[in-house]
T-cell receptor
């Protein structure tokens, strides 16, 4: 069965510091992987996605993620966080050809001054 | 990307009553829409796949007679929570798109008193 694990429920990071959010997946075929961000009062916004090809994926807002098949991971990174990056981040795997998604539990990111 | 709206954004209803939530795809013809439920501080859980012109497909454990889904057109899907109870209080989110990307509505907060 497919699964998505985000080991960190909550991360606190100082503004300007680097950020890495972990995501591990379990999926039989080549996965379609996504990172979404959810800010209070707003819908989910896609940060980046990976289907195939270059394993280092660039997204919006300065985020990037690296797909590592050997580790079944798709970790999200940002070199220098901004206060506006405080939000809930979800890793997700596509489970069918229609776009059905299975989400990880999410990681709450708090940015301190 | 597609613009997805939901109405209402917030609703309070009394226990035992029914409430209808609309999901509209404003610029994308969606043969398939997805409905998710998100409890406070938890992840999104897929409830059902809404198929235009046919019956919805429900995930295991989701009561199809309680959560009625109608997808009468390519731009509108509705979720009706029948005989709502306090445990149905949650954040309901719809999405449209395909395997490459899903676009999410802003969500509907349902509170059952």
């Amino acid at each position: 069965a497919q699964s998505v694990t985000q080991p960190d429920i909550h991360i606190t990071v100082s503004e300007g510091a680097s950020l890495e959010l972990r995501c591990n997946y379990s999926y039989g075929a080549t996965p379609y992987l996504f990172w979404y961000v959810q800010s209070p009062g707003q819908g989910l916004q896609l940060l980046l996605k990976y289907f195939s090809g270059d394993t280092l994926v660039q997204g919006i807002k300065g985020f990037e993620a690296e797909f590592k098949r050997s580790q079944s991971s798709f970790n999200l990174r940002k070199p220098s966080v901004h206060w506006s990056d405080a939000a809930e981040y979800f890793c997700a795997v596509g489970t069918d050809s229609w776009g059905k998604l299975q989400f990880g539990a999410g990681t709450q990111v708090v940015v301190t001054p | 990307g597609a613009v997805v709206s939901q109405h209402p954004s917030w609703v309070i209803c009394k226990s035992g009553t029914s409430v209808k939530i609309e999901c509209r795809s404003l610029d994308f013809q969606a043969t398939t829409m997805f409905w998710y439920r998100q409890f406070p501080k938890q992840s999104l859980m897929l409830m059902a796949t809404s198929n235009e012109g046919s019956k919805a497909t429900y995930e295991q454990g989701v009561e199809k007679d309680k959560f009625l889904i109608n997808h009468a057109s390519l731009t509108l899907s509705t979720l009706t929570v029948t005989s709502a109870h306090p445990e149905d209080s949650s954040f309901y989110i719809c999405s449209v798109g395909g395997r490459n990307e899903q676009y999410f509505g802003p969500g509907t907060r349902l509170t059952v008193t």
